[in-house]
């Protein structure tokens, strides 16, 4: 059986905004949050896209190290 979970649409809609302005360096993304900060869902979603998108960067930033890493690695002989 399949299980699904229904996802606030004000939720939704403030994690996209949040995760696309964040991920594109976007400068009004504080002014966004500042605006919204009630605690609705729609702020929720705001600083969920905002952690998320973070998150990816970091991620993104971290395996890019190790990728490198590696590349430096290949060719060198170890005695």
Not at 55 to 68: A, I, P
């Amino acid at each position: 059986m399949e299980d699904t979970t229904k996802v606030d649409q004000q939720y939704k809609d403030g994690f996209e905004i949040a995760y696309w302005l964040r991920r594109g360096n976007s400068p009004h993304l504080q002014e966004i949050m500042d605006k919204n900060a009630n605690g609705n869902n729609y702020d929720k979603g705001l600083q969920a896209g905002k952690k998320e998108a973070d998150r990816e960067q970091v991620r993104q930033r971290l395996q890019g190290n190790k990728d490198q890493s590696t590349t430096q690695d290949k060719g060198m002989d170890i005695d």
